[in-house]
């Protein structure tokens, strides 16, 4: 479950795990989880993709595009998953290596 309020995000995981993060400017248009659960990615019509840690809440890295991103998704080999791949709203698809 993904709870948006404002610019902080509350995510809840089937554990009951919270996670809350802060700081995209605008819209969160697409939350993804990696399949292990460790990173969360979270893009939005502020132009940016951002990566977060589930165990500490804290923003690992973030990319800045030039148009709104509206999808994002972990790729790779299982128990790699080193790749994120997101798309712009302009039609651009982002490799972004982790």
Do not use: Y
Not at 10 to 16: G, S, V
Not at 22 to 28: I, N, Y
Not at 34 to 43: I, N
């Amino acid at each position: 479950m993904c709870v948006i309020l404002g610019p902080v995000l509350c995510f809840q995981n089937m554990h009951r795990m919270c996670l809350m993060v802060q700081g995209h400017k605008e819209e969160v248009t697409h939350v993804a989880f990696s399949r292990d659960s460790l990173w969360v990615a979270t893009c939005s019509t502020d132009c940016t993709a951002r990566l977060w840690s589930v165990q500490s809440s804290q923003l690992q890295g973030f990319f800045m595009a030039d148009s709104s991103l509206t999808h994002c998704v972990f790729a790779g080999p299982p128990q790699q998953q080193d790749t994120l791949l997101v798309s712009g709203d302009n039609g651009s698809i982002h490799f972004l290596q982790l």
